[in-house]
């Protein structure tokens, strides 16, 4: 399954103005109920250099792909990283799951 990334500016505020957030320990989500499938991964110049805002935004789309097909509810995401020294996709992985769980959007108890 294709999810579509957000583009526009547009998108992104409106996600900010009517998503609900919800925290884990890597990383903190916005979302909100839409049509499609929909994320996005916002970091900033604050994360490093080039070479390690890629490698992070890598992670984290790639933990996401892992635990999508798992979601009942249709939503667009944000996904913003909290600072850190050390980024894993495990942990990436294991806290999206963490969230869908609390926030009642998967199929998985």
Do not use: H
């Not at 919800?22 to 490093?48: D, H, M, N, Q, W």
């Not at 490698?55 to 995401?77: D, G, H, I, M, N």
Request: hydrophobic content about 40%; overall charge positive; glycine content about 4%.
């Amino acid at each position: 399954m294709k999810y579509l990334p957000l583009k526009k500016k547009k998108e992104f505020q409106r996600a900010l103005k009517v998503g609900k957030r919800a925290y884990a320990a890597t990383l903190s989500v916005v979302y909100f109920p839409s049509e499609r499938i929909r994320y996005a991964v916002c970091v900033g110049k604050k994360y490093g250099k080039s070479v390690q805002r890629n490698r992070l935004k890598r992670l984290l789309r790639e933990a996401f792909r892992a635990q999508a097909p798992s979601l009942e509810v249709p939503c667009t995401f944000l996904l913003i990283p909290k600072i850190s020294d050390r980024y894993a996709y495990s942990a990436f992985r294991r806290d999206i799951g963490v969230i869908f769980r609390k926030e009642k959007l998967c199929r998985n108890p």
